[in-house]
């Protein structure tokens, strides 16, 4: 028989659950928590299916997920189907979401499971926010449940996040932070004409290089001693009718910021408007925001985790605030301390995406002590 966390966590991924559509992971995990008589709420927003649930009262930690997961692609270049959950004879275990972020799911389920059936009068309170609306747009999951929860003044204190956060080794790495995000959509308009008749257009490519290596070169902040600097990095680019003897009317420019807390987003709203305005270029300028960088501090929970972790595992995990974003940048408006703690991510949205199953049961456990430690 297959362990509990493995057995769930096949199931979740013969789901095809891809954002924001969940099919039924959240209906196979609200069986599991109304037997252990959780206090179960779903919030669904449009297509976005969402779970507020809880055990207990008091002091809370929370775990936090998401049961969608991105395309598989091209399925005939996979090992195995990606809905399927097969297990290979090294025990890796293959399919769509397997590492991004089901094993996760699974693991902080079967950890709740197994402590409550151990301690059912547990004090302190168990809960969980779940959403299939992570992996698109992030509109219509953790942001407006969390928007839900603050309003009701819920009580939240520590806060996991079950993202695939280690690197080499399952516990090496816990994020305990992440920087913020935002994004440029940048028009730079010309004149269209003939390549041969310089002088009767307007070239947006031409007026537009010096700006752009400004942009590129500008030291944004030097970062600090829990994050790295402020990096700009163009993501589109894209002037010209396709003909070799037109000049474009426009230039469309897309560029993206991942920023750290010494900068916020209208300090680089400003900045780069005070460059694109000193060539004197004629642009249309949209933002995107996708998050503010957000940080937990060496507290009780990076203790409590770390502990967990050396204990369990025998190694030293390491605090870090790398990588992209997450729904722990809404969790972290709710005041609650907050770290990402999971699987592997080497193989997260690729082809053949498999996380070994000895990963998820050791996570498994060090959920269950991290609960222990801090429930009892």
């Known amino acids: 028989m297959l362990e509990n966390v493995i057995e769930l966590t096949t199931q979740l991924i013969e789901q095809q659950s891809v954002s924001p559509n969940d099919q039924q992971c959240q209906q196979i995990i609200i069986a599991r928590l109304k037997a252990l008589d959780f206090t179960i709420e779903e919030l669904n927003y449009n297509q976005t299916k969402n779970l507020w649930a809880y055990h207990g009262e008091g002091e809370t930690i929370m775990f936090a997920g998401h049961t969608d997961v991105v395309p598989a692609g091209d399925e005939s270049k996979w090992l195995y189907p990606p809905y399927q959950a097969t297990i290979d004879n090294a025990g890796n275990l293959y399919g769509r979401g397997a590492a991004d972020m089901k094993s996760g799911v699974a693991a902080m389920i079967c950890a709740a499971e197994d402590f409550i059936k151990q301690n059912p009068a547990h004090k302190g309170r168990i809960a969980f926010l779940l959403t299939s609306d992570e992996e698109a747009d992030a509109t219509d999951g953790t942001i407006k449940v969390v928007n839900e929860l603050i309003q ?225």
């Open 152 to 376: 009701r003044q819920e009580r939240v204190d520590y806060c996991i996040v079950g993202e695939p956060s280690s690197d080499k080794i399952i516990g090496d790495q816990i994020k305990n932070g992440r920087r913020g995000s935002i994004t440029a959509n940048l028009v730079v308009h010309g004149i269209q004409g003939h390549v041969a008749y310089p002088y009767l257009a307007d070239n947006p490519v031409h007026r537009f290089a010096p700006a752009l290596s400004e942009l590129v070169n500008t030291v944004w902040d030097n970062g600090n001693q829990y994050f790295p600097p402020t990096s700009m990095q163009v993501a589109n680019i894209n002037g010209g009718t396709g003909a070799e003897n037109v000049i474009p009317g426009d230039l469309t420019v897309q560029f993206n910021f991942r920023f750290s807390s010494e900068l916020t987003d209208q300090m680089i709203k400003r900045q780069v408007e005070t460059i694109l305005n000193k060539y004197n270029l004629d642009y249309t300028l949209n933002w995107r925001l996708s998050g503010q960088p957000f940080l937990t501090k060496q507290g009780k929970l990076t203790d409590v985790a770390q502990h967990a972790i050396k204990s369990l595992l025998g190694i030293n995990s390491q605090l870090s605030t790398s990588g992209g974003t997450s729904d722990g940048r809404f969790i972290a408006k709710m005041g609650c301390q907050v770290i990402e703690l999971g699987v592997i991510n080497a193989t997260i949205h690729k082809v053949n995406e498999h996380v070994q199953c000895e990963q998820i049961i050791k996570l498994k456990h060090v959920y269950q002590q991290i609960i222990s430690d801090l429930l009892t």
